[in-house]
């Protein structure tokens, strides 16, 4: 409150910037911009992507900058690039305030390629063993690609409006670097849905290892079961005990019955191999 009444900020941007469920957005103050973003970063735990909001004050002389967690953020290379000197610190706060926004969205390229190697191993181990894991594994990123898509958006509005924006705390020199962000912003929703339609076809490729597996499974029963069958009518033939029954009293009668039997076997197995049935 004392920093928004140095600066002679409105109660309402005091008040939002201690809100954290704020919709990515621009909005003009006439002598302040107000920008809401949302940053991404990795996060140390598997299948889990690191999401805080970032709120920006972008003034004639001062950027201000509210953040969810202070535990982490991606703006070391700018902290870097100020304690350093050079040409960041030498320009405007426009210039500060770009330097910033392009570093949440290079951020967005960083989780990307995590995704994407994660993905990677999710296809392999899909090809491998269509297992649970797998599958748990798919859906978990799929929830990650939604969330990516949920912020990428936005944040493709936030860049036109920047780019756009008749004020004069942009600068005409600044207003190109901020198109360049919206086109990277392009690029990474190209990139989302890229993702989002690999692993769709990693679940089709799932479901039809299942498939293929169930009907190898269910031809190889199919095949025991069929074999069996004259197995059976001859066993169960002969098991009847009828008295006049002639075989029956016949010496070798159960070593023609088991002959019986093999050949059937061996008969109908090749059958199956030259229709390529197995």
């Given amino acids: 409150h004392a920093l928004g009444a140095r600066l002679n900020l409105h109660p309402l941007v005091v008040e939002d910037l201690y809100q954290t469920r ?10 302040y911009l107000f920008i809401v973003l949302r940053m991404l970063m990795n996060p140390t735990a598997e299948m889990t992507i690191a999401s805080e909001q970032v709120s920006l004050v972008l003034g004639a002389q001062f950027v201000v900058t509210a953040q969810q967690d202070v535990a982490g953020d991606v703006f070391e290379r700018v902290r870097e690039q100020l304690r350093n000197g ?12 770009y330097a910033l926004i392009d570093a949440i969205v290079d951020a967005h390229f960083t989780v990307l390629e995590r995704v994407d190697d994660e993905i990677d191993g999710v296809e392999d181990a899909i090809v491998r063993d269509p297992s649970p894991t797998a599958l748990r594994d798919l859906h978990a990123i799929k929830r990650e690609l939604a969330r990516l898509r949920s912020s990428i958006w936005p944040l493709r509005d936030v860049l036109t409006r920047l780019e756009r924006a008749e004020t004069p705390l942009i600068a005409p020199e600044t ?55 004259p197995l059976t009518f001859v066993t169960g033939l002969y098991g009847m005990n009828f008295q006049h029954m002639p075989e029956l009293a016949w010496r070798y009668g159960y070593a023609m019955v088991w002959a019986v039997v093999l050949v059937l076997s061996g008969v109908m197995l090749a059958v199956f191999r030259w229709r390529r049935w197995i």
Avoid: C, W
Avoid at 22 to 31: N, T
Avoid at 86 to 97: C, H, P, T, V
Avoid at 194 to 202: A, C, G
Avoid at 210 to 224: A, D
């Fill in 86 to 97: 050079g040409r960041l610190r030498e320009s405007g706060s426009d210039a500060l305030a």
């Fill in 22 to 31: 704020e919709r990515p957005r621009v909005e003009s103050y006439g002598e």
């Fill in 175 to 229: 207003r190109v670097y901020f198109r360049d962000a919206y086109d990277h912003s392009v690029q990474l929703i190209e990139t989302v849905e890229t993702l989002r339609d690999i692993t769709s076809s990693l679940m089709d490729i799932y479901l039809s290892s299942i498939s293929n597996r169930l009907n190898q499974v269910m031809k190889v029963l199919t095949v025991i079961s069929t074999i069996f069958m």
